[in-house]
């Protein structure tokens, strides 16, 4: 804090889920101040939708999912057909009933143990519902209410530089969710800003060339509630993480929650033969490899469910079906086979990074956009006139007004933490293959205490190791022995940490702030080898605990005990 400032400096935090939260709490609980003022922040979290929780809020996708193409690239944009003003967002993720394929222990905060969770003991990989009154819980228990704005919707982040830094500011719109047009939105000034809107908002479909030619249904995983309107269908899956495993594993019957007509699915699914009627394929990246988290359906050891589903290579194109076929198209693959039985293409391939409230056309990020612009159009003429002919009502100005999306970041620091132009603006939650409510409270405390002078910033780090070598996060450099970057550093950020990596950079963190490493006193206690520990102890100023670490390793095996796969 500068000398002689007694107001608290404000934060606005943008999203209301586990790491907006978290960031919250942190920024409350510094307690350094050069002049002993308290509080040292004013956070204000921002949230669009009615509760706390973010994507773990239940949602109902509106009508159906259709797609929309950008007429120069033939990007496909999945789009809901509800067109109601009052939640201008695509449905999150969520079904009823879906589980979490982490521990509920090890998916907790520090210092927040499970106990919080809704559901009996035996519940270790809890559903969507749980985890959901677990953050109500967080938020309610740490009294962190106070700080957000519910049906908040944040339109748009500007820097307000200053030759002066000291007085350069962050100007925030927002708006009221379901406000009449016209109504004047919310300008506000702030020191600094936390960017922790999540991972899930803008479903992500691959480039696939003759897609708009495809007659038959497409879907985006994101619209995904339940198997059983796939009946009588062919389906082809295009992916192979959790949610990809998880359609296909229920298009198969092996279902762990309920749903109306589950049984009678469940029973028809697991006849011999399936009464279903459905046919499911995947089309995966690399057909040798087996799928990250799931059974391998061509193990001959995996279960019949799984053994079910045939898997085939990435889609080369599609082409438009003979004029007297009944095919919805012909799906092309890598291996030159040819799909004219498909029904209907699930897209479970992610999400983009999206942040339509910071303007990547003005600075700072004109220069340095942390997403970089899309690669020129590879369309050939021909291309582009079968995809207007398709798709006549986009026009320019609806293309123009989509906001950027890019498959990773650019211009953060080495953490993945800070923009690297202006450490005022931080992003928490940016890796992948992370459990993300530690880590991110992790990172938010490190943020929280960075900004109040507490710890210095960050070093750099050696560039020729991989972010997934946990190595990585000790190998600290002098900047004078780092390789001068461009100032728009357009190289793709690789954001998979994983286990132990993950661990590693956590712990760097901490040590950091505490200024040493330090084991919590749980760590005394024995474990069973599998994470389950004789009793909780603290954790906030210590390095991970070996219950978390056990865990984390036998997560896969335990959720196959626990849930069947």
Known sequence: MDAGQTAPRRVAIVGGGAAGLAAALELRNVEVSSDGVKPLFEPVVFEQREQIGGIWQYEEPGQSCIFSFDHDSGVAHPLSTASSSSKPWPPGPMYPGLHTNIARDLMC?????????????????????????????????????????????????????????????????????????????????????????????????????????????????????????FRGKSVLIVGNNSSGMDIA???????????????????????????????????????????????????????????????????????????SSSSKGRIVLEDDTVLDDVDCIIFATGFYYSFPFLDQTIEPFQSAPVLQPPPPSSLTPEQK????????????????????????????????????????????GVPTSIVPFPFSQAQARYVAHFWAGAVPPLPHLDPDIPVSDATKWSSAVEPEHVQDRPHNDTRPVLHLL???????????????????ARTSPVDKLPTDGRGVASAWGPEANYLTTKWRLERRVNGKLLRRQQLGY
């Open 109 to 229: 905060f520090r210092d927040f143990p499970d106990r919080h969770w809704k559901g009996g003991n035996d519940d270790l990989f809890p559903d969507r519902d749980a985890i959901q009154t677990y953050i109500e819980s967080f938020a309610q228990s740490h009294d962190l209410l106070q700080y957000v704005r519910l049906s908040t919707q944040v339109v748009s982040v500007k820097r307000n530089s200053s030759p002066d830094a000291a007085k350069s500011s962050w100007q925030v719109i927002s708006k009221s969710v379901g406000s009449a047009p016209g109504t004047t939105a919310s300008s506000e000034e702030f020191d600094f800003v936390i960017i922790a809107n999540g991972r899930c908002n803008q479903p992500k479909v691959p480039f696939v060339p003759g897609l708009w030619l495809w007659q038959g249904e497409l879907l985006h995983s994101a619209w995904y509630r339940t198997p059983v309107v």
């Open 249 to 323: 594993r229920e298009l198969h019957g092996k279902v762990v929650r309920h749903f109306d007509g589950v049984e009678e699915w469940v029973k028809d699914a697991s006849a011999f033969p399936p009464r279903t009627g459905v046919r499911v394929r995947q089309s995966v990246e690399d057909v040798s490899k087996p799928p990250p988290m799931d059974y391998d359906p061509q193990d001959e050891n995996s279960p019949e469910w799984s053994r079910a589903i045939e898997v085939v290579p990435r889609i080369a194109r599609i082409e438009a079906p003979d004029s």
């Open 385 to 428: 006139a079968e995809l207007r002919q398709r798709y006549p009502s986009q026009n320019a100005s609806e293309a123009s007004s989509t906001p950027r999306v890019s498959p990773y970041m650019s211009n953060l620091d080495d953490w993945q933490l800070f923009y690297r132009h202006d450490p005022t603006i931080a992003f928490l």
């Open 498 to 516: 994983s286990h132990p990596s993950e661990g590693a950079y956590v712990d760097q963190l901490v040590q950091r702030i505490a200024g040493e």
